[in-house]
């Protein structure tokens, strides 16, 4: 895969309101945030702004969000600052659109990391 076939899954993939939503958030985050990654709050507020869903736009930065049954309150877990803790049990609670979300997301993301060289 080539950036430019991920740039092109992206466009494909995600809604033009939640694509601008998460470059917002990317942009917004790298300045106000102490390591430059969204946190949870910035995830929320940015998806009331934008009104997309705030767990697609957690997915794309990493976040996985779940509301515990008959609260408001919410758990998040981090894949990318604690991915032992996103377990494929919890990925898989849920929805599909989540789950393409985060799966762009890490895929990206190790497009970028460099590659082993062997000496």
């Known amino acids: 895969m080539?950036?430019?076939?991920?740039?092109?899954?992206y466009a494909r993939l995600f809604p033009s309101r939640l694509r601008k939503a998460h470059l917002a958030l990317v942009a917004y985050a790298e300045e106000a945030s102490p390591d430059?990654?969204?946190t949870p709050a910035m995830v929320a507020q940015?998806?009331?702004l934008y009104r997309v869903p705030r767990a697609r736009l957690g997915g794309l930065v990493?976040?996985?969000?779940?509301?515990?049954?008959?609260?408001?309150?919410?758990?998040?877990?981090?894949?990318?600052?604690?991915?032992e803790r996103a377990t494929p049990h919890l990925i898989?609670?849920?929805?599909?659109?989540?789950q393409v979300a985060l799966g762009w997301c890490l895929f990206s993301r190790d497009l970028w990391?460099?590659?082993?060289v062997i000496h």
Not at 2 to 9: D, G, V
Not at 92 to 98: E, G, P
Request: proline residues 13%; hydrophobic residues 30%; contains cysteine.
């Open 92 to 98: 898989r609670q849920h929805d599909r659109a989540v």
């Open 36 to 38: 430059g990654w969204p």
């Open 113 to 116: 990391l460099p590659r082993p």
């Open 62 to 83: 990493g976040l996985l969000c779940r509301r515990y049954p008959g609260t408001t309150r919410d758990a998040w877990v981090d894949a990318i600052r604690d991915p």
């Open 2 to 9: 080539t950036p430019e076939r991920l740039t092109e899954a």
């Open 46 to 48: 940015f998806a009331r």
